[in-house]
């Protein structure tokens, strides 16, 4: 049994490599969670800054509808002959 036998069956190698597997996995999951968090939170503490900005095109986006019904109303007593 020459030395290169001994290393590939030895438990304790394997017991290191998982062990250092296990290192490895941990360190990228904390890594990522990390950047994608760091992601997240600017999201979520930009949104007090941008909420007035979606309210005003949502807002927008109300009065254009309201004003195309009310025009599509007009339109429609117009053909029946209501306005004179």
């Known amino acids: 049994m ?3 036998e001994h290393w ?3 438990p304790t190698s394997y017991g290191a ?7 490895m996995v941990g360190a990228v999951t904390v890594s990522v969670t ?3 968090g760091a ?7 930009g949104l007090d800054q941008d909420l007035p900005l979606a309210l005003e095109q949502h807002d ?5 509808a309201y004003w195309y019904a009310e025009i599509r109303q007009r339109q429609i007593a ?3 002959g209501d306005i004179f």
């Open 78 to 80: 117009l053909e029946a």
């Open 2 to 4: 020459g030395p290169a």
């Open 17 to 23: 490599a998982s062990l250092l597997a296990v290192v």
């Open 8 to 10: 590939y069956t030895s």
């Open 60 to 64: 927008r986006a109300h009065r254009v």
């Open 39 to 45: 992601a997240k939170r600017q999201l979520t503490y």
């Open 34 to 36: 990390y950047v994608v």
